[in-house]
C-alpha cells in the first residue's frame, strides 16, 4: 500500500494545506407553508381551535427549520497520496435528493486547463460518495471511485492533440475539487460551489531521491527508494518521442525500486554529434546500475513502451552485457532488422512509411508499418533465445503499432522454442497504443513530434476511454506484481511494494 503519512522530506518540499476545505453557507429555498388562518365570525367566542393552534406550532417549527443554513463539506481522502493510489470523494451536508455535479480541475505545467465532472443525487441523508454513489452524466457514467481523474479532458476551447504528462516530478499534481447544486455540464468558473478542497497526487514519495546521471555519456535520472537499500533495479525506456520522461521511474521507485530513465533519442551525444546511440549506450546504463551501491547487481529489469520495446527485446536476447533478471515490454513489437540498431531500426520503418493511413480528421495510423509480421528470422529479435521472464502488455485497439500482431507471433515462437513459460502475455480489447500508469487521463490521439524530420502531427493511439482506463489499472497491478516476484523473490524487503 502507498504511503500515507507525507512529511516535508527531500522531494516534497511543498507546503500546502490541502486538507483545508472551504465551505459557501447557502439557504435553501422552499415553499414555505402558510397556515390558513379562518377567522371566527362568533363575536362572543375567544376560544380557537386546538386544530388551528396545532397547526400553527408544526409551521412555526417548520419555518425554523427551513431557514437554518445549510452548510455543505466536501472531502477527499487521503487528501495527499501517490497517483495510483484511490481516494474517496465524499459529499455531506446537502439537501436530500438533490441533484449535484461533482466537478474535478487541473492546471498542467505548460499552463492548459483540464477537467472532468459527474452527476450525481444525493441520498436522504444529503451525501454522495463517490466510491459507491453512480454518475448518471457527465464525463463518466456509473460507479468510479477514480472517474474524477481518468477522464480528465481539455477544457473546451483548449488547442487540439493535447496530452497530459508530468514534467516536474518534484512537485505534485494538484487537483481542485467541487460540488455545484444541480447538473452542469459548462460555465463552472462562473458558478460558487458549494464546497471545494485541493488534492494532491505525487510521482515521487516522501523519501525518494532524484539523481541525474551525465556519467559515461549517459543522459538520465536515477530515482532511489526510502530506505538504506540495496534495491533491485530497472531500466525505464520511453518510444519515439524522445526527452527524458521521469514519472514513470519515480513512481517505480515510490513501490521499492531503482528506477532509471533512460533519454536514448534526444541525449546529450546524439544533440551534439547527430549521430543516434548504439547497443553499448544502453550497456553503460545497465553497466551504471549494476555498479551503484544502492542496486542489487543481479536484479535489473528493463520497461519499454513503444520503440522502447524494441530495444529491450534486442538487448534481452543478443546482449552480452545485459543479463535482465526480466523484462515488460508494453505496445510494441520483435520486428526490426538484427544487423544495426536504432537507426537501422527507424530506418526500416521509414522504408515502410508509405503503409502511413490518415483518418478523416487527418490522424495517422502507423500500425501498418511493420505489417504482416515478416517471416525472415533477419527481420525480428529471436525470442525463442530469451532466457528470462518476459510480460506483453498489449492494447488490442493500439493504432499506432502492430502490437497484438507482433505478441501472438512471439508467443508461437516461444512456444516452438519450448519457452513460453517465461512468457506473461495481457492482452486489453479497446485499450490503445498509450497504456501509462493508472488514472492517467486517457488520449485516443495527441500531436507528436517526429524526432528526425522535428515535424509535428496527430498521431491517433487508439483506444476507448472506459476500457483504456480500466487496462491501465489493471495491467499496472499486475505490472508491480511481476516485477516483485522476479526482482524480490527470495529477498526480504520492508519496500511499500512487497505489500502487493
Same mark, same amino acid.
Given at each position: 500500500?502507498?504511503?500515507?503519512?507525507?512529511?516535508?522530506? &527531500?522531494?516534497?518540499?511543498?507546503?500546502?494545506?490541502?486538507?483545508?476545505?472551504? @465551505?459557501?453557507?447557502?439557504?435553501?429555498?422552499?415553499?414555505?407553508?402558510?397556515?390558513?388562518?379562518?377567522?371566527?365570525?362568533?363575536?362572543?367566542?375567544?376560544?380557537?381551535?386546538?386544530?388551528?393552534?396545532?397547526?400553527?406550532?408544526?409551521?412555526?417549527?417548520?419555518?425554523?427549520?427551513?431557514?437554518?443554513?445549510?452548510?455543505?463539506?466536501?472531502?477527499?481522502?487521503?487528501?495527499?497520496?501517490?497517483?495510483?493510489?484511490?481516494?474517496?470523494?465524499?459529499?455531506?451536508?446537502?439537501?436530500?435528493?438533490?441533484?449535484?455535479?461533482?466537478?474535478?480541475?487541473?492546471?498542467?505545467?505548460?499552463?492548459?486547463? /483540464?477537467?472532468? =465532472?459527474?452527476?450525481? @443525487?444525493?441520498?436522504?441523508?444529503? $451525501?454522495?460518495?463517490?466510491?459507491?454513489?453512480?454518475?448518471?452524466? *457527465?464525463?463518466?457514467?456509473?460507479?468510479?471511485?477514480?472517474?474524477?481523474?481518468?477522464?480528465?479532458?481539455?477544457?473546451?476551447?483548449?488547442?487540439?492533440?493535447?496530452?497530459?504528462?508530468?514534467?516536474?516530478?518534484?512537485?505534485?499534481?494538484?487537483? %481542485?475539487?467541487?460540488?455545484?447544486?444541480?447538473?452542469?455540464?459548462?460555465?463552472? #468558473?462562473?458558478?460558487?460551489?458549494?464546497?471545494? +478542497? &485541493?488534492?494532491?497526487?505525487?510521482?515521487?514519495?516522501?523519501?525518494?531521491?532524484?539523481?541525474?546521471?551525465?556519467?559515461?555519456?549517459?543522459?538520465?535520472?536515477?530515482?532511489?527508494?526510502?530506505?538504506? #537499500?540495496?534495491?533491485?533495479?530497472?531500466?525505464?525506456?520511453? *518510444?519515439?518521442? #524522445?526527452?527524458?520522461?521521469?514519472?514513470?521511474?519515480?513512481?517505480?521507485?515510490?513501490? #521499492?525500486?531503482?528506477?532509471?530513465?533512460?533519454?536514448?533519442?534526444?541525449?546529450?551525444?546524439?544533440?551534439?554529434?547527430?549521430?543516434?546511440?548504439?547497443?553499448?549506450?544502453?550497456?553503460?546504463?545497465? @553497466? =551504471?546500475?549494476?555498479?551503484?551501491?544502492?542496486?542489487?547487481?543481479?536484479?535489473?529489469?528493463?520497461?519499454?513502451?513503444?520503440?522502447?520495446?524494441?530495444? %529491450?527485446?534486442?538487448?534481452?536476447?543478443?546482449?552480452?552485457?545485459?543479463?535482465?533478471?526480466?523484462?515488460?515490454?508494453?505496445?510494441?513489437?520483435?520486428?526490426?532488422?538484427?544487423?544495426?540498431?536504432?537507426?537501422? %531500426?527507424?530506418?526500416?520503418?521509414?522504408?515502410?512509411?508509405?503503409?502511413?493511413?490518415?483518418?478523416?480528421?487527418?490522424?495517422?495510423? /502507423?500500425?501498418?508499418?511493420?505489417?504482416?509480421?515478416? +517471416?525472415?528470422?533477419?527481420?525480428?529479435?529471436?525470442?525463442?533465445?530469451?532466457?528470462?521472464?518476459?510480460?506483453?502488455?498489449?492494447?488490442?485497439?493500439?493504432?499506432?503499432?502492430?502490437?497484438?500482431?507482433?505478441?501472438?507471433?512471439?508467443?508461437?515462437?516461444?512456444?516452438?522454442?519450448?519457452?513460453?513459460?517465461?512468457?506473461?502475455?495481457?492482452?486489453?480489447?479497446?485499450?490503445?497504443?498509450?497504456?501509462?500508469?493508472?488514472?492517467?487521463?486517457?488520449?485516443?490521439?495527441?500531436?507528436?513530434?517526429?524526432?528526425?524530420?522535428?515535424?509535428?502531427?496527430? $498521431?491517433?493511439?487508439?483506444?476507448? @476511454?472506459?476500457?483504456?482506463?480500466?487496462?491501465?489499472?489493471?495491467?499496472?497491478?499486475?505490472?508491480?506484481?511481476?516485477?516483485?516476484?522476479?526482482?524480490?523473490?527470495?529477498?526480504?524487503?520492508?519496500?511499500?511494494?512487497?505489500?502487493?
Amino acid at each position: 500500500m502507498a504511503p500515507r503519512l507525507w512529511e516535508e522530506t &527531500e522531494g516534497c518540499s511543498r507546503k500546502t494545506n490541502v486538507s483545508q476545505v472551504w @465551505t459557501l453557507e447557502c439557504r435553501v429555498l422552499w415553499w414555505r407553508y402558510r397556515p390558513c388562518r379562518r377567522q371566527s365570525r362568533a363575536t362572543n367566542s375567544r376560544r380557537k381551535p386546538k386544530t388551528t393552534t396545532r397547526r400553527r406550532s408544526a409551521a412555526a417549527a417548520q419555518l425554523k427549520m427551513e431557514e437554518k443554513p445549510c452548510c455543505a463539506a466536501l472531502s477527499v481522502q487521503p487528501s495527499r497520496g501517490l497517483v495510483d493510489e484511490k481516494f474517496v470523494v465524499l459529499v455531506q451536508n446537502t439537501v436530500p435528493s438533490c441533484p449535484l455535479t461533482i466537478h474535478a480541475s487541473h492546471q498542467c505545467e505548460d499552463g492548459h486547463s /483540464w477537467h472532468a =465532472f459527474a452527476h450525481y @443525487t444525493s441520498d436522504a441523508s444529503g $451525501a454522495v460518495n463517490v466510491s459507491e454513489d453512480c454518475s448518471v452524466g *457527465g464525463t463518466y457514467s456509473g460507479v468510479e471511485a477514480m472517474g474524477l481523474l481518468w477522464s480528465l479532458k481539455p477544457v473546451p476551447g483548449s488547442k487540439p492533440g493535447l496530452r497530459m504528462r508530468k514534467k516536474n516530478v518534484q512537485a505534485p499534481m494538484v487537483i %481542485t475539487i467541487s460540488v455545484y447544486k444541480g447538473h452542469l455540464t459548462e460555465g463552472f #468558473g462562473d458558478q460558487v460551489p458549494l464546497a471545494g +478542497t &485541493e488534492v494532491e497526487r505525487w510521482y515521487m514519495a516522501p523519501g525518494v531521491r532524484r539523481i541525474a546521471v551525465t556519467e559515461d555519456g549517459l543522459t538520465a535520472t536515477l530515482f532511489l527508494p526510502s530506505g538504506p #537499500g540495496p534495491f533491485p533495479g530497472l531500466l525505464d525506456l520511453w *518510444g519515439g518521442g #524522445g526527452q527524458l520522461v521521469e514519472y514513470r521511474a519515480a513512481l517505480l521507485a515510490s513501490h #521499492g525500486i531503482a528506477a532509471m530513465a533512460l533519454d536514448y533519442l534526444t541525449c546529450k551525444y546524439t544533440m551534439e554529434t547527430g549521430k543516434m546511440v548504439e547497443q553499448d549506450y544502453f550497456e553503460a546504463a545497465y @553497466t =551504471f546500475l549494476q555498479k551503484h551501491p544502492k542496486v542489487l547487481s543481479s536484479r535489473i529489469a528493463m520497461l519499454g513502451l513503444s520503440l522502447g520495446t524494441s530495444v %529491450t527485446l534486442k538487448t534481452a536476447v543478443y546482449s552480452e552485457v545485459i543479463k535482465l533478471r526480466c523484462a515488460v515490454c508494453i505496445s510494441g513489437s520483435h520486428v526490426q532488422p538484427l544487423d544495426g540498431f536504432l537507426k537501422e %531500426t527507424l530506418g526500416y520503418f521509414n522504408e515502410n512509411s508509405g503503409k502511413t493511413c490518415f483518418t478523416e480528421d487527418n490522424e495517422a495510423i /502507423w500500425r501498418n508499418l511493420l505489417l504482416p509480421i515478416p +517471416t525472415d528470422l533477419s527481420l525480428k529479435v529471436d525470442v525463442g533465445k530469451l532466457q528470462c521472464p518476459l510480460m506483453l502488455i498489449v492494447g488490442e485497439d493500439d493504432q499506432n503499432w502492430c502490437a497484438y500482431e507482433s505478441a501472438m507471433d512471439m508467443k508461437e515462437m516461444m512456444e516452438r522454442a519450448g519457452n513460453s513459460y517465461l512468457l506473461t502475455l495481457l492482452l486489453y480489447p479497446n485499450a490503445g497504443h498509450l497504456i501509462e500508469p493508472p488514472y492517467t487521463p486517457h488520449a485516443r490521439s495527441s500531436l507528436f513530434r517526429d524526432v528526425k524530420s522535428r515535424q509535428k502531427l496527430m $498521431a491517433l493511439w487508439g483506444g476507448q @476511454t472506459l476500457e483504456h482506463s480500466r487496462a491501465q489499472e489493471d495491467a499496472w497491478r499486475k505490472l508491480l506484481v511481476f516485477l516483485r516476484k522476479n526482482l524480490y523473490g527470495g529477498v526480504k524487503s520492508t519496500s511499500p511494494l512487497s505489500n502487493l
